[in-house]
T-cell receptor, first 116, second 117 residues
Framework: AQSVAQPEDQVNVAEGNPLTVKCTYSVSGNPYLFWYVQYPNRGLQFLLK??????LVKGSYGFEAEFNKSQTSFHLKKPSALVSDSALYFCAVRDMFSGGYNKLIFGAGTRLAVHP | NAGVTQTPKFQVLKTGQSMTLQCAQDMNHNSMYWYRQDPGMGLRLIYY???????DKGEVPNGYNVSRLNKREFSLRLESAAPSQTSVYFC????????????????FGPGTRLTVT
């Protein structure tokens, strides 16, 4: 079965510094990987996805993610953190329903706290 | 274009009471999902509807039922609420690439915060 792991419950970073939120995956076949963000009292919002091709994927709000097949990782990154980036971040991997439809398997989430 | 809407936003139930959570999407998506979110556990899939007229169990279906009323609406029912069902519930929708189950992003509603006492 497909799965993702987010090894850090919380990441703390100072505003202006680069940030990394880690995700590792376990899949059979080609991985289709996603990052979502959840702001307080809101639903999840799509940030970016990796399907195939370039290992560096660019997404919304200046975020990017690096796919590394040998390390089975898909870490989320941003060169310069903002206080407004403080939120809960979820990594997800696509799995398949019977009948060929998609579903997403989510990690437990990592809380990002950016301090002024 | 409202996206995915959910009602109610908050609900408090007593053990044994029943209720229905409503979800609607206006993006003409085929697939709809119900998740619950609990601290430290991420999102867990309760039920999904791959297309209008079909529903199937996800990871944690016990204690829940669903109805895909039409293409827009997908409701989640708790027949006899239990404290273990205290959670935040999210509805989501998505649209597979034409003809194939291609990778697609899901669009989420704002959530329903349910407390069962």
């Amino acid at each position: 079965a497909q799965s993702v792991a987010q090894p850090e419950d919380q990441v703390n970073v100072a505003e202006g510094n680069p940030l990394t939120v880690k995700c590792t995956y376990s899949v059979s076949g080609n991985p289709y990987l996603f990052w979502y963000v959840q702001y307080p009292n809101r639903g999840l919002q799509f940030l970016l996805k990796y399907i195939t091709g370039d290992n560096l994927v660019k997404g919304s709000y200046g975020f990017e993610a690096e796919f590394n097949k040998s390390q089975t990782s898909f870490h989320l990154k941003k060169p310069s953190a903002l206080v407004s980036d403080s939120a809960l971040y979820f990594c997800a991997v696509r799995d398949m329903f019977s009948g060929g439809y998609n579903k997403l398997i989510f990690g437990a989430g990592t809380r990002l706290a950016v301090h002024p | 274009n409202a996206g995915v809407t959910q009602t109610p936003k908050f609900q408090v139930l007593k053990t044994g009471q029943s209720m229905t959570l409503q979800c609607a999407q206006d993006m003409n998506h085929n697939s709809m999902y119900w998740y619950r979110q609990d601290p430290g556990m991420g999102l867990r899939l309760i039920y999904y509807s791959a297309s209008e007229g079909t529903t199937d169990k996800g990871e944690v279906p016990n204690g829940y039922n669903v109805s895909r009323l039409n293409k827009r609406e997908f409701s989640l029912r708790l027949e006899s609420a239990a404290p273990s069902q205290t959670s935040v519930y999210f509805c989501a929708s998505s649209s597979p690439l034409a003809g194939l189950a291609g990778p697609d992003e899901q669009y989420f509603g704002p959530g329903t915060r349910l407390t069962v006492t």
